[in-house]
Each structure stands twice: as structure tokens, then as C-alpha cells.
């Protein structure tokens, strides 16, 4: 059992939908990234969160320690949005990460 | 440079031959992690190092496979032998801090054995 769980696996919008892709964890661990990759391409760094809510133009991503379990959050979601989003979690040391499957986000206009 | 730049981007190698794939991480980034991600799979940990010391190797998955860091910057991975099972993206990734940390990757290094 993969220890970081993503839900949906895909997901299909109409441009302007709110988005939500949710992540939940099996162990103890002290941050979460949300990372975007793009396909043939490598992977950016959304936000890396420990708590609370974290905010960067369309993208919100809240985190709940105690429930293990994170959301990403994309408000009027556009076709350019449309990558893979995947979660991770830092084992052991600190960025030792494992990752969730991803969640393909597919935007059409 | 700006970002972590690894290269080939692309390689395709004969089943057996050996291949070595580059990270330049960002300059005086002390950590770098080498991730192997298989098709339609999420990325898994291959091997760590701080500086020059490579702290854990235990995700790099059979002796074939060997990673070094000389001098604390760029770092190579090298597959001996290759196999078909070895065709993924191999992804390198910095961080400033030796603990948590944001982490920038690279654009990564798609091997295909035939």
C-alpha cells in the first residue's frame, strides 16, 4: 500500500471549475510539497506546507497533521493548469520524499 | 546556473549497455536527490546525498546502478548493463537546506532500453 494516496487519479474540468485534488498519508510526517509536472517536462515545486494554508495567485493548498491529509485547491481553472499533480511526503530526513501517483488534471476550454 | 540541469534529457541505450546521466544542481545547493519515475507512476527516492557524502543509497534498486558526487556539486548516476526494466525518467532534485526544504528538480533524463 503506497503510503501517500492521491484522489482523483483523473480528473476533467471545464475551464473556469474549481478544483480540488486531495491527498492523505499513512505516517507521521512534518511537511508536504505539491508539486505540478508538466508532460515531457520536469517537475516545479507548488508550495511545500506544514500546516494551515498556503496561497499563490489561483492555487490554495491546505494542510490538516493531525487527519493526515492535504488539499489542493485551483480556483477558475484554465487549460494551461493542465498537468499532473503530485504529492509527497518527507521520510526519515527531511526531503527523502514519497510521492502519491499523481493526479492527471486535464482543462478544457 | 538558475536551475538544476540534467542531461541527456533524452538517451536511448541497447539492452547492456552502460549509460551515465549528469545533475548540475543549483549552485551551493547542499543536498541532491536522484528519483526514478516509471511510466504513469509517481516518482521513487534512488539515492541522496549531502555535499560530497552520499548518505543513502538504499532506493537505488540493484548493484547496476551507482551514483557519485565528487566534489559536492555536479552529481552523476550510472547504469551498468542496462535492462529493459531500467526505461523510466530519472530526476534530479537540489535543496539549500540539509533537512526540509523547498526542493527544485530538474527537467530529467528519460532512458528507454531497447
Known sequence: ?109 | GAGVSQSPRYKVAKRGQDVALRCDPISGHVSLFWYQQALGQGPEFLTYFQNEAQLDKSGLPSDRFFAERPEGSVSTLKIQRTQQEDSAVYLCASSHATNTGELFFGEGSRLTVL
Open chain 1, 1 to 109: 500500500k503506497n503510503e501517500v494516496e492521491q484522489s482523483p487519479q483523473n480528473l476533467t474540468a471545464q475551464e473556469g471549475e474549481f478544483i480540488t485534488i486531495n491527498c492523505s498519508y499513512s505516517v507521521g510526517i512534518s511537511a508536504l510539497h505539491w508539486l505540478q509536472q508538466h508532460p515531457g517536462g520536469g517537475i516545479v515545486s507548488l508550495f511545500m506546507l506544514s500546516s494551515g494554508k498556503k496561497k499563490h495567485g489561483r492555487l490554495i493548498a491546505t494542510i490538516n497533521i493531525q487527519e493526515k491529509h492535504s488539499s489542493l485547491h485551483i480556483t477558475a481553472s484554465h487549460p494551461r493548469d493542465s498537468a499532473v499533480y503530485i504529492c509527497a511526503g518527507p521520510m526519515e530526513y527531511g526531503n527523502k520524499l514519497v510521492f502519491g501517483a499523481g493526479t492527471i488534471l486535464r482543462v478544457k476550454s
